[in-house]
């Protein structure tokens, strides 16, 4: 959770920042966000997979196979990420435009993304390495590590976003340049602990087929959904800037607020989960393993929720930090108070979702936020929000008929029980046995 207060703060910070030059500013921040969630997608799904099989080969005491995975999903992750430099230098100015964005928007959007993707394969090294260690029991080497990255990133956006002292003003530029930075910093301190005797994690030389099959089998419904609810992202964006580029950026500063408040708690819970269900079943317990689900999708009811009462009062008084503009400053207490509404649901999926992962079962979390997004949030805010026109209540709606479903369908999902038969024959098919040395 403190690992993920920072990175969230990191991300709030870069707003912030961007709020001081202009609604437009913003606006090409979130919009290039979208595209830099494509890689980001692919971390966090190969990330998935690699938490799975090592958090239960370390239930299990098959450290070989567990560093196996690691090793490969690392490589993997590198690779991934070459695409996304190629497209970020040729592609990125265009990629902002066609959204139908403003001139000024387009230009600044498409400076930030090309820098930011020229990191990507680093960026997806530090995602995995974080994923494989924590996977192994330790949770605060990653926390270290991405704590420092974090604030140099932090102390870069503001010192390169607004020329402080001998630095340049560089604005936008400044705040891609520090998020690069720490992507690098992340990659490198993360691979090295890996390597070194910090971590119960592992290099070895890659030779084994059937863990790659698992890992990819994990990991590629996770990918897609990722991939897929970005893409779905970009219309939704597109019914925003249709209401005009203020609602765009009340949009982004409405869901940064919640991000900043509930994410770290939403994410973190669902890592552990993630660790407790995997090194649960890795030992033989299934019973125990539903238990730690249940228990920690409790704990996160009880508390995210907490969090969004506090943030469906305060909406005003938290959005106010991040911009001046009184228009802006409305449309985004609306969006902060509807993700408040949508707080308790959405951390029932997400921790629900990450039992799941742990339990080799990515599928049940894919479908249900696909359908969620596509027929919830893009299909209400457009039939309802622009053709029927109920405009902005319709947009404000459909973010919580979204997570509704999503975690219903998860909820279901965990219930049955499928995942755990699902775990155990994949773990015997890879050589895999609850006490393994």
């Given at each position: ?18 709020g ?7 606006a ?6 979208l ?9 966090l799904?190969?990330?998935s ?41 040729g ?24 820098i ?38 932090i ?23 520090a ?49 897929v ?6 219309p ?23 991000q ?8 973190g ?69 509807t ?71 998860v ?27």
């Open positions: 959770m403190v690992e993920q207060f920072l990175r969230t703060l990191m991300r709030t910070t870069d707003v912030a920042v961007t001081l030059f202009s609604p437009a500013a913003v090409a921040v979130g919009l290039a966000d595209y830099a969630r494509l890689p980001l997608r692919i971390g799904g190969l990330g997979g690699v938490i799975a099989l090592s958090s239960q080969d370390t239930g299990a005491d098959a450290t070989a196979n567990r560093d196996e995975a690691i090793t490969q999903a690392i490589l993997l992750g590198a690779v991934a990420g070459i695409p996304f430099v190629i497209f970020g230098y592609l990125g100015r265009w990629a902002i435009a066609v959204l139908g964005a403003e001139s000024e928007v387009a230009r600044m959007g498409g400076l930030y993304l090309a930011i993707f020229a990191t990507t394969p680093a960026r997806h090294v530090a995602l995995v390495a974080a994923r494989s260690i924590q996977g192994a029991g330790d949770t605060r080497t990653p926390m270290y590590v991405n704590g420092v990255s974090n604030a140099l990133n102390v870069g956006t503001v010192v390169l976003g607004l020329g402080l002292g001998p630095a340049p003003t560089l604005e936008i530029v400044g705040v891609g340049i998020t690069a930075v720490g992507n690098v910093f992340s990659a490198v301190a993360l691979s090295a602990a890996i390597y070194g005797a910090w971590t119960p994690a592992g290099f070895v030389r890659p030779t084994e087929w059937t863990i790659t099959r698992q890992l990819l089998a994990i990991s590629a419904p996770r990918i897609v959904e990722g991939l609810t970005t893409v779905l992202e970009f939704f964006n597109s019914i925003l800037l249709f209401f005009g580029t203020e609602v765009n950026a009340a949009y982004q500063i409405g869901r940064r607020v919640y900043q408040l509930t994410g770290p708690l939403s994410r819970y669902r890592t552990g989960t993630s660790i407790v269900v995997g090194q649960t079943l890795g030992e033989g317990d299934p019973a125990g393993a539903r238990y730690n689900g249940w228990a920690a999708a409790a704990l996160g009811v009880a508390t995210v929720g907490s969090l969004g009462a506090v943030l469906f009062v305060g909406a005003e008084w938290f959005v106010s930090f991040f911009t001046d503009d009184p228009a802006t400053r409305g449309y985004a207490a609306a969006f902060a108070a993700y408040a509404v949508a707080a308790p649901v959405t951390v029932l999926y997400v921790v629900l979702a990450g039992a799941l992962t742990s339990g080799s079962d990515t599928t049940t979390p894919f479908i249900g936020r696909i359908t969620g997004m596509f027929f919830g949030m893009v299909g209400v805010s457009y039939v309802f929000g622009i053709r029927l026109g109920y405009g902005l209540p319709a947009v404000y709606a459909s973010i919580v008929v979204y997570y509704l479903w999503a975690t219903i369908y909820v279901v999902g965990f219930y049955r029980g499928g995942w755990v038969e699902r775990t155990q024959s994949m773990m015997d098919e890879r050589g895999t046995t609850p006490g393994e040395d």
